[in-house]
């Protein structure tokens, strides 16, 4: 199967999401969500990620992601960010904050959140101002 370029796969032998990059030769080439060294998987095996997969690799990207503006610093009460009309990716972590806040899950709901906020920062950010 084909994937477009950015597609976030899960990688069974290396149980790890990656950004789909190209194939080379007979591999496809996978990067870590929020960046770092390529890796080859058998295209064959690899397989779209899971809400739940994509949302679990982007948590650990923006985990990982060094702090050097100071503290980190959890805002109380901050109102939750509003999905932009007509953006799947939006829609798709709204849906994931919604199951999680029926859950009681209220780590995977700010986490939901965080991913959404960047995001919308990233790809919606002529919007935001």
Known sequence: ?????GALLYDPATNKVGEYQDRSGPYALLRPVGGGREWQADPTAVRL???AERMSAGVRAANQ????????LVAVGPRPPVPMPDCAECED????RAAA???????AETDANVLLRRHQHQDHQDHLN
């Open 65 to 72: 992601r060094p702090r050097t503006d100071g503290p980190f």
């Open 101 to 107: 806040r029926a859950e009681h899950d209220y780590s």
């Open 49 to 51: 990620a899971t809400p």
């Open 93 to 96: 972590l709204v849906t994931q």
């Open 1 to 5: 199967m084909q994937h477009e370029s």
